[in-house]
Every structure is written in structure tokens, then in C-alpha cells.
């Protein structure tokens, strides 16, 4: 089981450019979860999907921020327009999704993104 | 408010002491984790302890559920415990709101 794989590692993109990140959850884990993570913030919560479906997004910027999980094998973080304040690492987890609270989060190792 | 307050911000030991870590936490939960992220990075589940007192090699962790507090004891610091020491809370049984982390630095 390799984990919960992110792609890229790195990412920098210029001001106004698009940044899309890539994560691919562990098989057979039917939630999965976005999380950004700065210096000044800390881990901050954006979405989470339980069986591709989206169930909370509330911690995603209304503009310029989507979240997508097409299939059970990987999720993608859109942000479009990148500003100078996205520059963070964005971290994908997963779980086993069986929704009892008692479940165990698995990292990925995380996107940093700089947006110049 | 912030809904995870963690203390020490810092802590700084030599090798073979122990470190208290505490974390204090607004909301009930359903769920308690501490997490450890590494220097590089890194980020991984160390132990859920909801309530009462849980071991796992030299990790002692205690929650007080109706205190709303947890502590992380670690036995006999090592260098390669140094990183970021996180706990974590799950309100909606799934939504996990993190501290911002005791970083811990151990010296040789």
C-alpha cells in the first residue's frame, strides 16, 4: 500500500495562472479530505467527500477554489486565478469513511504550492 | 474561537527527558487524535484517545473528555522525536479541526 499519493510535490505558478493538485486516496478508503496548511493558520479544513460525493465544503473559498472527485481513485483541487495568500501546502487524507468517528486520517505528503 | 488550543507553542529538551504536551479544546468531539509531522513534512496518526489513558511504545496519552483536555506524555525524549506534535478533534464525527501544534526540538 503506497498511502495516500499527492502530485506534484512542488508547484509554482505566477500570479493569475491556474494551479491544479492531485490526490489519489488509499484503495478501498471512501473518504477523502482537503486540508491547507500555513505557517500563520496552521491546518485549516476545506472539503471532504465521502464516496465521491461532496459533503462539506465549508472551509473552501466560495471564488476561485473547486474540489472534484470524479472516481474512487483520486480527488483534484482546483484554484483558479492564484493569488500571492494561496501559497501554502495542501494536504490530501483519507479514511476508511465508515463515519463512526473512531477512524484514523492517513496523509499524503502534501502539494506545496508558491504563487509568485 | 479557535476550537483546539495546544501548549507548549515550543519545547525545547535535552535526549532522555520527557515532554507534556497539552491540548484543550472547545467543542465536544467524538474523536481525539494526536498526530506527529515530521521536519519534512510529513504527517501521521500517532494514537485516538477519545477518553481515559491510552499507551503506545513511549507515548502515554490521557483525556479528560468532561475537562475537554488531552495530554501527550513522551518518556525518554529521543532526537528523532523532534517535529510537530498535533492534536486533533472530530466535532462532526468526520470534519477534523486541528491545534497549531507543539514543535518540539530535541537536543543530543
Known amino acids: 500500500n503506497a498511502g495516500v499519493i499527492q502530485t506534484p510535490r512542488h508547484k509554482v505558478t505566477g500570479k493569475g495562472q491556474e494551479a491544479t493538485l492531485w490526490c489519489e486516496p488509499i484503495s478501498g478508503h471512501s473518504a477523502v479530505f482537503w486540508y491547507r496548511q500555513t505557517i500563520v493558520q496552521g491546518l485549516e479544513f476545506l472539503t471532504y467527500?465521502?464516496?465521491?460525493?461532496?459533503?462539506?465544503d465549508s472551509g473552501m473559498p466560495k471564488e476561485r477554489f473547486s474540489a472534484q472527485m470524479p472516481n474512487q481513485s483520486h480527488s483534484t483541487l482546483k484554484i483558479q486565478s492564484t493569488q500571492p495568500q494561496d501559497s501554502a501546502v495542501y494536504l490530501c487524507?483519507?479514511?476508511?469513511?465508515?463515519?463512526?468517528?473512531?477512524?484514523?486520517?492517513?496523509f499524503g505528503s502534501g502539494t506545496r504550492l508558491t504563487v509568485l | 474561537g479557535q476550537q483546539v488550543q495546544q501548549s507548549p507553542a515550543s519545547l525545547v529538551l535535552q535526549e532522555g527527558e520527557n515532554a507534556e504536551l497539552q491540548c484543550n479544546f472547545s467543542?465536544?468531539?467524538?474523536?481525539l487524535q494526536w498526530f506527529y509531522q515530521s521536519p519534512g513534512g510529513s504527517l501521521v496518526s500517532l494514537l485516538s484517545n477519545p477518553s481515559g489513558t491510552k499507551h503506545t511504545g513511549r507515548l502515554t496519552s490521557t483525556t479528560v473528555t468532561k475537562e475537554r483536555r488531552s495530554s501527550l506524555h513522551i518518556s525518554s525524549s529521543q532526537t528523532t522525536d523532534s517535529g510537530t506534535y498535533l492534536c486533533?478533534?472530530?466535532?462532526?464525527?468526520?470534519?477534523?479541526?486541528f491545534g497549531k501544534g507543539t514543535h518540539l526540538h530535541v537536543l543530543p
Open positions: 467543542s465536544t468531539a467524538t474523536q
Open positions: 486533533a478533534i472530530d466535532p462532526n464525527a468526520y470534519k477534523v479541526i
Open positions: 467527500f465521502r464516496n465521491q460525493a461532496p459533503i462539506d
Open positions: 487524507a483519507s479514511s476508511l469513511g465508515q463515519g463512526n468517528g473512531a477512524e484514523t486520517l492517513y
